[in-house]
T-cell receptor
């Protein structure tokens, strides 16, 4: 079976840096994705890591270590609009994603 | 269209009634997925369509749930004899590569 673990909630202040960790156990692995979901909205794609290392996209970066079955999402220069839920998701089959339960990020002034 | 479109956006139904949810994927996206999200929870995979291949139905929770897709176009998810535990947001996504594009979902409330 598949299982993903991520913290349920993280709090931070504007301008800070926050890291959201994700560990996974899957029967197959093609890559790790991150999605952002604002309250009541649709999940939106942030990043995808198929190989070990850091991928940077603006203020957001994502890291993967396949040997440790571990990844993280790093958010820099936090803004109030970054308050949302963040989901890690593993691509373990040809195309289907298995999602974690999500981390709620609360950014305060 | 520009995005994934789902209808209705909200549906309130009585327990025991059937409901049909619709998803219009992005034109050209061969893959289409249905997920369910209960309040405060993660996304639970339901079913996956890829082109004209047989769908992956491994996530459907019971035989009350079924879905169809004609070619690479619209998909409908049908829930028969709805139960209160079916209350959730049903999300559709389409994909042509590594990232999914989700619709805004249908919020189903069974009373």
């Amino acid at each position: 079976g598949q299982s993903l673990e991520q913290p349920s909630e993280v709090t931070a202040v504007e301008g800070a840096i926050v890291q959201i960790n994700c560990t996974y156990q899957t029967s197959g692995f093609y890559g790790l994705s991150w999605y952002q979901q604002h309250d009541g909205g649709a999940p939106t794609f942030l990043s995808y890591n198929a190989l070990d290392g850091l991928e940077e996209t603006g203020r957001f970066s994502s890291f993967l270590s396949r040997s440790d079955s571990y990844g993280y999402l790093l958010l820099q220069e936090l803004q109030m609009k970054d308050s949302a839920s963040y989901f890690c998701a593993v691509k373990s089959g040809y195309s289907t994603l298995t999602f974690g339960k999500g981390t709620m990020l609360l950014v305060s002034p | 269209g520009a995005g994934v479109s789902q209808s209705p956006s909200n549906k309130v139904t009585e327990k025991g009634k059937d409901v049909e949810l619709r998803c219009d994927p992005i034109s050209g996206h061969t893959a289409l997925y249905w997920y369910r999200q209960r309040l405060g929870q993660g996304l639970e995979f339901l079913i996956y369509f890829q082109g004209n291949s047989a769908p992956d139905k491994s996530g459907l929770p019971s035989d009350r749930f079924s879905a169809e897709r004609t070619g690479e176009s619209v998909s409908t998810l049908t829930i028969q004899r709805t139960q209160q535990e079916d209350s959730a947001v049903y999300l559709c996504a389409s994909s042509s590569g590594d990232g999914y594009t989700f619709g805004s979902g249908t919020r189903l409330t069974v009373v």
